[in-house]
């Protein structure tokens, strides 16, 4: 009797102890607390950015907000867009082409790396959130009222591409 409940107290210390302490077995890195932010949908109307909250992530980030029909975004394309650009620290918009009513123009291969590989797969008429580290947008520079380091916010309507 003794044997059995030695044997079953040891069972239940392994099988209740962890050697991970907490991290990710497979990477080697803690789980990320990212979250995406809400943004609003309605087409031809200009984006609202929704709370950010969670650690800013580390690699690029996209997702799409609605898609598309038109022609599709590559890397030597020309376009067309309306953006918003949300500062991830303080999450104040620092910049925003609907405030002008002007789109912007400009060639994917002119723009941050950053758009670079968040815009193509983008079809005319879709709206996507791209979150991008500051190694993929204005770096140790900053850039204006964007500050070194910093990760960035993109809220991008794609408009024509050509």
């Known amino acids: 009797m003794r044997k059995i409940l030695t044997t079953l107290t040891i069972l239940v210390m392994v099988t209740a102890c962890s050697t991970d302490g907490g991290v990710e077995t497979m990477t080697g890195q803690t789980q990320s607390t990212f979250i995406f932010p809400t943004v609003t949908a309605e087409k031809n109307v200009a984006p609202v950015i929704g709370a950010l909250s969670g650690e800013a992530p580390t690699t690029l980030a996209k997702k799409d907000i609605f898609v598309g029909t038109g022609k599709e975004a590559i890397a030597t394309s020309n376009l067309e867009v309306h953006y918003v650009l949300m500062k991830w620290n303080n999450g104040q918009v620092v ?68």
């Open 95 to 162: 910049q925003s082409s609907w405030d002008s009513g002007q789109t912007f123009s400009t060639p994917l291969s002119g723009v941050i790396t950053g758009w670079q590989q968040g815009v193509p797969g983008m079809k005319e008429g879709g709206r996507r959130l791209l979150v991008i580290p500051a190694d993929l947008a204005y770096g140790e520079m900053g850039n204006g009222p964007i500050e070194p380091n910093e990760t960035i916010v993109f809220v991008v309507d794609l408009i024509k591409v050509s």
